[in-house]
């Protein structure tokens, strides 16, 4: 029975020892870091879109979490505008069902967008939605959009806007 006192005695002074053995911060100098961060702070992303308002085409921004691939921002014109958008009186012509895109680069300049239903059936605020939409995705906007779709093509066009 003596042992159980003895061996927590014993481990008390193994944890104490341990204990101040870990602590092998030395005391040092103040060490130089140099001068503080400074400049400006990266803007958040953001994501513009063309909507339809009273039968006109205009730019929505919306704030992004990560950059988007053309076709992406593309998408977000099929889903149609959010609530508050909404609530705004934006709409979007673009059908559900023209997604999944596609955007290339035809050249320097020019992109081209693919549809999954057919380009000559689109409204001409559908087609301006699309064309000001790509443009906007590309840093320094393409020159020119062609919209293709069931093989059939709109354009090349410029954003009107």
Avoid: W
């Avoid at 961060?37 to 992303?45: D, H, K, L, W």
């Amino acid at each position: 029975m003596r042992t159980g006192p003895a061996r927590r005695v014993l481990a008390a002074g193994l944890v104490s020892l341990v204990a101040a053995a870990g602590c092998g911060v030395q005391p040092s100098d103040v060490i130089p870091a140099g001068a503080p961060p400074s400049g400006r702070v990266a803007p958040a992303t953001t994501v513009t879109l063309y909507l339809v308002k009273n039968g006109r085409v205009g730019a929505v921004t919306r704030p992004g979490g990560r950059p988007m691939l053309p076709a992406d921002t593309l998408a977000l014109l099929a889903d149609g505008p959010t609530a508050g958008e909404r609530a705004d009186g934006f709409t979007t012509d673009v059908p559900p069902e023209a997604g999944p895109f596609s955007v290339t680069a035809k050249s320097a300049g020019h992109l081209v967008v693919t549809l999954s239903t057919p380009a000559g059936e689109l409204s001409t605020p559908a087609v301006e939605q699309i064309v000001c939409t790509a443009a906007a995705s590309v840093p320094g906007g393409p020159a020119q959009v062609t919209v293709v779709g069931a093989g059939r093509s709109v354009g090349p066009r410029n954003c009107p806007g």
